[in-house]
């Protein structure tokens, strides 16, 4: 047997299953079970071209806060092999990726791709104007996370790092312990504790901070300005902005994943079929015809 060290046993003992669902400003992506990948929502800048991938192990999508001069998006697949595709919007270079290797997670925000590194180590690719790319000195992350503006890395000690614009203090995470999860949105910043409880902060004008009565979460997923928790008992929570009905989910079970776009909401049920609510003006919430999803972990 190859010799693997503590540190590398760590790392690979601590890392969580790779994303199937993705949702962003207005499109849907999903992960088959046969690593082909289905795409709904505004195709704008052909962020739903996704029909020619293959071998594809994990999905993301660059979210983006609602407004009048937004909804530009990018789609991120990782590959089996580490590579890493994308298409869709690449004004800031979000999507030269093409000569990533050896990664095993993926994140995207506005205008940037967040790569994890087998080895704990993490790159980035577009916008930088807050630093929100200067991840190069980051070593021992297990789990990253892209919000608009700001970028968040899970330690194998279940620390927590960020950068980037920190306005309303969402990147105020150095004190927080026990993490196992993080999520990032438009403007705040969730994190998933190993005892099934969830800590928050960043804006909280909507309430999507409000997470501090939650127990028995598995899973967290952050929209622009909404927070969703999956629960043990495969049940829904959610909080903040809920103007197009995308904190609906408390009749949902039966679910393994979630997703959160700007204003809508992705659930991955366990027998593969996919649910949403919320935002629909660009299909983004079709799915119901989906099936064969790739189940978490698996």
Excluded: F
Excluded at 77 to 85: H, N, P, Q, R
């Amino acid at each position: 047997m190859d010799y693997i060290s503590p540190k590398e046993a760590a790392l690979q003992v601590k890392r969580w299953p790779k994303d199937t669902i993705a949702a962003g400003r207005r499109h849907t992506v999903g992960l088959k079970s046969d690593g082909t990948v289905t795409a709904v929502g505004d195709n704008k800048y052909g962020q739903c071209n996704v029909s020619g991938w293959l071998d594809i192990v994990a999905v993301a999508s660059g979210n983006v806060h609602m407004a009048t001069n937004t909804g530009n998006a990018h789609t991120i697949g990782l590959k089996s092999d580490g590579t890493v595709a994308a298409v869709g919007w690449n004004k800031h270079g979000q999507c030269d990726i093409n000569d990533w290797c050896d990664i095993v997670a993926v994140a995207a925000g506005w205008c940037r791709t967040i790569g994890l590194k087998s080895d704990g180590s993490v790159v980035a690719v577009g916008r930088n104007n807050e630093d929100e790319c200067n991840v190069s000195g980051w070593h021992d992350i297990v789990a990253v996370a892209a919000g608009d503006w700001h970028t968040i890395g899970l330690k194998v000690d279940g620390t927590v790092t960020g950068v980037g614009n920190n306005r309303y203090r969402q990147c105020n995470v150095s004190d927080w312990r026990d993490i196992v999860g993080v999520a990032a949105g438009y403007l705040h910043t969730v994190g998933l504790k190993s005892d099934g409880t969830a800590v928050a902060v960043g804006q909280n004008k909507v309430g999507q901070c409000d997470v501090s009565v939650w127990h028995d979460i598995v899973a967290i997923a952050v929209g622009s300005s909404h927070t969703i928790g999956l629960k043990s008992d495969g049940t829904v929570t959610a909080v903040g902005w809920n103007e197009y009905g995308q904190c609906n989910v408390s009749d949902w079970c039966d679910i393994v994943a979630v997703a959160a776009g700007c204003a809508h909401t992705i659930g991955l049920k366990s027998d593969g079929t996919v649910i949403a609510v919320g935002d629909n003006e660009y299909g983004q919430c079709d799915v119901s015809g989906w099936g064969g999803t790739q189940l978490p972990g698996n």
